[in-house]
C-alpha cells in the first residue's frame, strides 16, 4: 500500500464523491457501475480505498455539501465496505455493503425510469461475492457461514422491486439468476420455485424480451434443475436453449452447459460426437461414450470410478450410473447379431448361460437368476422386447424390432 498524503487522499474522496453524485445526477450508469464494482479491484477504487485508511472523517466532506448529503447514507456505508474490504475484514466489508445495497435499492426504488439497471445488477453480483468472501472467513475462524443465507433475502427484496409492471420488470431474470447462484451455492435448491413460478406463470414476463445472457443463464440452471429432478426430456429442452444461444466464443460456458447436457443425451439414447467432447475437453465422457457403444459394461463402471469425484461435484453421478441399462441392452444386441450369423433359426433365443459367459469375459461374475433379473429389467424398461422362457433359461426376443431406439424419450418412458 502506497504511501498517500493527507491532501492526496481529501483529493481522492472528494474526486468520487463528485464522480458519483454526477452519474447519477445524468443517469450515467457505465460510470455508476465502475464505481460499485469492488470485486473488479480496479486501480482507481484501491486508490480511493487508502485514501479513505489515511483520511478517516470522510462522513465530514459527505455532509459538507448538499450535493453529497443527498446521498449521505449511501455514500458512508459504502465508504466503509471499500475501507474494510481494503485491509482484508470481508465480514465487516459485508456487513456495510449489505446496508449500503439496502439503501440504494430504496433510493432506485425511488427512480421512475429503469436507467440504473445495470448499476443495480452490480450492486446483486457484488454483494452475493462479498458474502461467499465473508463466509470463508468465518469459516477459517471457525464460526458458521451465515452471509451468503443473508444476501438470498437480500436478493429476494431486490426480485420484489423488479417484479412489478414497468421497464424495471427486465431485471428481474437477473436477479433470478444471481438467487439461482446463490441457491445452488448453500444447497437450498428447492428456494427456486418460488421465483421460477413467478418468471414461468406471471403474465407481466414475456421471457423472450430478457436480455440473452440472462435467458441463457436461467436456461442453464432450471435445466439443472430437471436433471435433479430427473425430468429428462424437460432439461434437453433448456439445457439445449442454453447452449443454441449462448455466444459461441464463450468456450467454458459452453462446456458448463455441456457436463449437463450430455449426461441428459445419453440417458435419451444420443450419443454425442466425439469431436464435440475433444473441443470442449470434455475427456471424462469419452469412455462413457465408449461403453455405451461396445456394450461395455466394465469399461462405463470404470469410467465412473474413475471420475467419480468429478460426477459427483455436479450431481450427474446418479445419471450416468443409470446407462448401465443401456450397456446391458448394446451388449444383448451385439450377442443377437453374433448368434444370428451363426444360426439364423434361432437368433432370437438367447440362452441365459450365453448372456451369462458374455458378462464373465467382461469380468462382470453372474448366475444365471441375476442374469434372469437384469433381462427381466430391460424387458420391463422397453429396453428389449420378448418375453421370458424361464423353464428353458432363454430369453425369447421379438422378431420384429427386439431392441428398440430411446428416440429421445427417458428409460422406461
Given at each position: ?8 487522499a ?12 454526477d ?6 450508469s457505465s ?18 480505498a487508502d485514501?479513505?485508511n489515511?483520511f ?7 455532509r459538507?455539501s ?5 446521498y ?10 471499500l ?5 482484508g ?7 456495510a455493503y ?5 439503501a440504494?435499492v430504496?433510493e ?9 439497471l445495470e448499476?443495480l ?7 452475493r461475492?462479498?458474502?461467499e468472501k ?5 469459516t477459517s ?7 451468503l443465507?443473508a444476501?438470498?433475502?437480500?436478493l429476494?427484496?431486490?426480485?420484489g ?11 428481474a ?9 446463490t ?5 437450498t435448491?428447492?428456494?427456486c420455485?418460488?421465483v421460477?413460478?413467478?418468471i414461468e ?14 435467458k441463457v443463464?436461467?436456461?442453464y440452471y432450471?435445466?439443472?434443475l ?12 433448456k439445457?439445449s436453449y442454453a447452449?443454441?444461444?449462448c ?9 458448463m452447459?455441456?457436463?449437463?447436457l450430455?449426461p441428459v ?5 444420443i450419443?454425442?460426437?466425439?469431436e464435440?467432447?475433444q ?16 456394450g ?15 460426477f459427483?461435484r ?5 445419471v450416468?450410473?443409470?446407462l448401465e441399462l ?6 444383448m ?17 438367447l440362452k ?5 459367459k ?17 433381462m427381466t ?6 429396453l ?5 422362457a424361464h ?5 425369447v ?10 428416440n429421445g ?5
Amino acid at each position: 500500500m502506497a504511501y498517500v498524503s493527507m491532501g492526496e487522499a481529501h483529493r481522492r474522496i472528494t474526486e468520487y464523491l463528485n464522480r458519483f453524485c454526477d452519474s447519477v445526477s445524468y443517469q450515467d450508469s457505465s460510470t455508476l457501475c465502475r464505481l460499485l464494482s469492488f470485486s473488479s479491484n480496479s486501480a482507481p477504487l484501491l486508490s480511493l480505498a487508502d485514501a479513505l485508511n489515511v483520511f478517516q472523517d470522510a462522513s465530514s466532506l459527505i455532509r459538507q455539501s448538499d450535493k453529497f448529503s443527498e446521498y449521505g447514507e449511501i455514500l458512508a456505508h459504502l465508504f466503509r465496505s471499500l475501507q474494510s474490504y481494503r485491509i482484508g475484514n470481508l465480514v465487516e466489508a459485508y456487513l456495510a455493503y449489505e446496508k449500503f445495497a439496502n439503501a440504494f435499492v430504496q433510493e432506485f426504488r425511488n427512480w421512475e425510469s429503469a436507467w440504473a439497471l445495470e448499476a443495480l445488477y452490480v450492486v446483486c453480483y457484488e454483494i452475493r461475492i462479498l458474502a461467499e468472501k465473508a463466509d470463508k472467513e468465518l469459516t477459517s475462524n471457525g464460526k458458521s457461514p451465515e452471509k451468503l443465507k443473508a444476501a438470498g433475502s437480500l436478493l429476494m427484496k431486490v426480485f420484489g422491486v423488479l417484479a412489478g409492471k414497468g421497464p424495471k420488470r427486465v431485471g428481474a431474470l437477473y436477479v433470478t439468476c444471481q438467487l439461482f447462484k446463490t441457491y445452488f451455492k448453500l444447497g437450498t435448491v428447492n428456494l427456486c420455485r418460488s421465483v421460477i413460478r413467478s418468471i414461468e406463470t406471471a403474465r407481466i414476463f414475456d421471457f423472450e424480451e430478457f436480455p440473452r445472457r440472462d435467458k441463457v443463464t436461467y436456461m442453464y440452471y432450471t435445466g439443472r434443475l430437471e436433471v435433479f429432478n430427473e425430468n429428462f426430456p424437460a432439461a434437453d429442452t433448456k439445457l439445449s436453449y442454453a447452449l443454441q444461444h449462448c455466444i459461441p466464443r464463450r468456450d467454458r460456458n459452453i462446456r458448463m452447459i455441456l457436463k449437463y447436457l450430455i449426461p441428459v443425451k445419453l440417458s435419451l439414447g444420443i450419443i454425442p460426437k466425439d469431436e464435440l467432447l475433444q473441443n470442449y475437453n470434455l475427456h471424462e465422457y469419452i469412455k462413457i461414450v465408449q461403453a455405451l457403444k461396445k456394450g461395455d459394461l466394465r469399461l462405463l463402471r470404470h469410467a465412473l470410478q474413475e471420475h467419480e469425484d468429478r460426477f459427483l461435484r455436479s450431481g450427474v453421478y446418479l445419471v450416468l450410473e443409470k446407462l448401465e441399462l443401456q450397456v446391458y441392452q448394446r451388449l444383448m444386441k451385439k450377442i443377437y447379431i453374433i448368434q444370428k450369423l451363426s444360426d439364423p433359426a434361432r437368433a432370437h433365443q438367447l440362452k441365459l448361460e450365453v448372456i451369462a459367459k458374455a458378462l464373465r469375459w467382461l469380468e462382470m461374475d453372474m448366475d444365471l437368476d441375476e442374469v434372469e433379473c437384469i433381462m427381466t429389467i430391460l424387458i420391463y424398461k422397453n429396453l428389449v422386447k420378448g418375453y421370458l422362457a424361464h423353464k428353458n433359461k432363454v430369453v425369447v426376443l421379438s422378431k420384429q424390432d427386439p431392441f428398440p431406439k430411446l428416440n429421445g424419450k427417458p428409460v422406461g418412458s
